[in-house]
């Protein structure tokens, strides 16, 4: 089955403590990106990646890292989270960003930082 | 500037009633533009595009939408609704980066549908 599988799905966190959040997917896509989704604010990027070794900013990028050194996976760091980290984390992949490529999401990462 | 407006954060609708959920872009290049549907606890689902060719495409779940080039709109319709169509939908709009080859996918706000018995 296509997927694109998020780990964990909830996650609570204390202030300056790293985290990983891991991102997978089986469908050979180059393109991956992450969002965070906030009430109100709909999904704002934060980072995307073209391919292996390629990454660049989205919208939002403070306060966080990413690597892409398989094709497969995306994972989202953050090195020192902040209570306005606190949000729900999207990521998704596409074969690639042309308009004919679909974006499939995962299930979301729910953090919670205090 | 590139962007994409949800008139509504909220529509409350009785189970069979016909529901319209208005969305708005803002863009000087080519269009292309999706509605996505978050199901509770759930990720993303695309549930139509607009790429090029007939203005009205239909989507899963007896969604479809309208591109109206001259009022620069794409809204979602569906003329009867069920409870299960409870849940918060996104309008969002694909253009070319600037200078670039690759494309961007922005999102509205979201719209939550919420179906009442």
């Known amino acids: 089955e296509a997927q694109v599988t998020q780990n964990p799905r909830y996650l609570i966190t204390v202030t300056g403590k790293k985290l990983t959040v891991t991102c997978s997917q089986n469908m050979n896509h180059e393109y991956m990106s992450w969002y965070r989704q906030d009430p109100g604010l709909g999904l704002r990027q934060i980072y995307y990646?073209?391919?292996?070794?390629?990454?660049d900013k989205g919208d939002v990028p403070e306060g966080y890292k990413v690597s892409r050194k398989e094709k497969r996976n995306f994972p989202l760091i953050l090195e020192s989270p902040s209570p306005n980290q606190t949000s729900l984390y999207f990521c998704?992949?596409?074969?690639?960003?042309?308009?004919?490529?679909?974006?499939?999401f995962g299930q979301g990462t729910r953090l919670t930082v205090v | 500037a590139q962007s994409v407006t949800q008139l509504d954060s909220q529509v409350p609708v009785f189970e069979e009633a016909p529901v319209e959920l208005r969305c708005n872009y803002s863009s000087s290049v080519s269009v292309y533009l999706f509605w996505y549907v978050q199901y509770p606890n759930q990720g993303l689902q695309l549930l139509l595009k607009?790429?090029?060719?007939?203005?009205l495409v239909k989507g899963i779940n007896g969604f479809e939408a309208e591109f109206n080039k001259s009022q620069t709109s794409f809204h979602l319709r569906k003329p009867s609704v069920h409870i299960s169509d409870t849940a918060e939908y996104f309008c969002?709009?694909?253009?070319?980066?600037?200078?670039?080859?690759?494309?961007?996918?922005?999102f509205g706000k979201g719209t939550l549908l919420t179906v009442n018995p």
């Open positions: 998704a992949s596409s074969f690639s960003t042309r308009p004919s490529g679909e974006a499939f």
């Open positions: 969002a709009f694909l253009f070319q980066r600037e200078g670039g080859s690759n494309y961007k996918l922005t």
């Open positions: 607009y790429l090029s060719g007939s203005t």
């Open positions: 990646s073209m391919n292996v070794e390629v990454t």
